[in-house]
T-cell receptor, first 112, second 115 residues
Framework: QKEVEQNSGPLSVPEGAIASLNCTYS??????FFWYRQYSGKSPELIMS????GDKEDGRFTAQLNKASQYVSLLIRDSQPSDSATYLC????????????FGKGTLLTVNP | EAGVAQSPRYKIIEKRQSVAFWCNPI?????LYWYQQILGQGPKLLIQ????????DSQLPKDRFSAERLKGVDSTLKIQPAKLEDSAVYLC?????????????FGEGSRLTVL
């Protein structure tokens, strides 16, 4: 079983809609969770981090964490064409020397 | 503030040849990472340095890959001999101290094509 799993997509939403991106992880020792955005041909950049159960909001982005279900999600409200990118879920497992493990990413396309 | 510098940006080689990539992290960042990203996949950690010591190299194919970080600053990743499956983007990243915050700063990457 892969450590971090994401639906590779592509996920296509109309402009202004809510995009929902999902991620599951296998190690219950995972302690920290992150969403990176990667535009085509570019490097990943951190957009959200979440460490405890519940929701964390930052502008149009909301990260949700459910440790019991080993599930983390990212909601993007009022999606814009500029949000079109691959979204990478990443986790740090406790005791791993802060090793950041990435999923394979979900490609999001926002259609004008 | 200068970002993570990598070179070369692109490299094309024949299989069984060797190649080296260079990375200079953000000034003051103690931790340096090399990730391999194959097309359509997420980045895979190859090696993680804390200053000039190796923290994790469990996924580094040591029969052909080597990396060093002399003096705890810049780093070199070498592949010798290269295989077709090594075609990927090699991403260097740095962070202040470990990645407890999860915030890694990535360079633009070095794209390797092995023919």
């Amino acid at each position: 079983q892969k450590e971090v799993e994401q639906n590779s997509g592509p996920l296509s939403v109309p402009e202004g809609a809510i995009a929902s991106l999902n991620c599951t992880y296998s190690d219950r020792g995972s302690q920290s969770f992150f969403w990176y955005r990667q535009y085509s041909g570019k490097s990943p950049e951190l957009i959200m981090s979440i460490y405890s159960n519940g929701d964390k909001e930052d502008g149009r982005f909301t990260a949700q964490l459910n440790k019991a279900s080993q599930y983390v999600s990212l909601l993007i409200r009022d999606s814009q064409p500029s949000d079109s990118a691959t979204y990478l879920c990443a986790v740090i497992v406790s005791g791993s020397n802060y090793k950041l493990t990435f999923g394979k990413g979900t490609l999001l396309t926002v259609n004008p | 503030e200068a970002g993570v510098a990598q070179s070369p940006r692109y490299k094309i080689i024949e299989k069984r040849q060797s190649v080296a990539f260079w990375c200079n992290p953000i000034s003051g960042h103690a931790t340096l990472y090399w990730y391999q990203q194959i097309l359509g996949q997420g980045p895979k950690l190859l090696i993680q340095f804390q200053n000039n010591g190796v923290v994790d190299d469990s996924q580094l194919p040591k029969d052909r890959f080597s990396a060093e970080r002399l003096k705890g600053v810049d780093s070199t990743l070498k592949i010798q001999p290269a295989k077709l499956e090594d075609s990927a983007v090699y991403l260097c990243a740095s962070s202040l101290s470990g990645s407890g915050t999860g915030e890694l700063f990535f360079g633009e990457g070095s794209r390797l094509t092995v023919l």
